[in-house]
């Protein structure tokens, strides 16, 4: 089932703009690793999480892109603008091969069954 998302036509022209353009830097360089990399961890200081998703793949051998923004006492709203392009309400998010695969404890799901494997030897999502 798709998340709901707003429909465009549904906002009012004066305001779109500012709706499309909101924080979209962070959105935007964002995508432009996940489309340049096999593997890229988005994540933020002072939260383990990002932390131990790096610590998989380290001990996997795999190579990844490692973005970090803020921590839990600034750059939140940045970073909220990847909550809201994602649907993913926590960090890290995790990508392999323009997938949004979840957070830490799904990247180890991933490497514990083969999953991450295949994924990587299989076709970009999108391209």
């Known amino acids: 089932m798709p998340r709901p998302i707003l429909e465009e036509s549904r906002i ?9 353009s909101h924080q979209q830097g962070i959105v935007q360089e964002v995508m432009a690793a996940v489309q340049a990399n096999d593997v890229v961890v988005v994540g933020m200081a002072m939260n383990p999480f990002p932390k131990k998703a790096r610590a998989m793949l380290d001990e996997a051998r795999q190579p990844y892109k490692y973005l970090e923004y803020g921590n839990y ?4 709203r940045e970073r909220n603008a990847l909550k809201l392009w994602t649907g993913w309400p926590t960090f890290p998010m995790v ?33």
């Open 73 to 76: 006492l600034n750059t939140w």
């Open 12 to 20: 009012h022209p004066a305001i779109s703009a500012k709706v499309a």
């Open 95 to 127: 990508f392999v091969k323009g997938m949004l695969v979840g957070g830490a404890n799904d990247l180890k799901a991933l490497i514990a069954n083969g999953e991450m494997k295949t994924m990587l030897a299989g076709p970009r999502t999108g391209a």
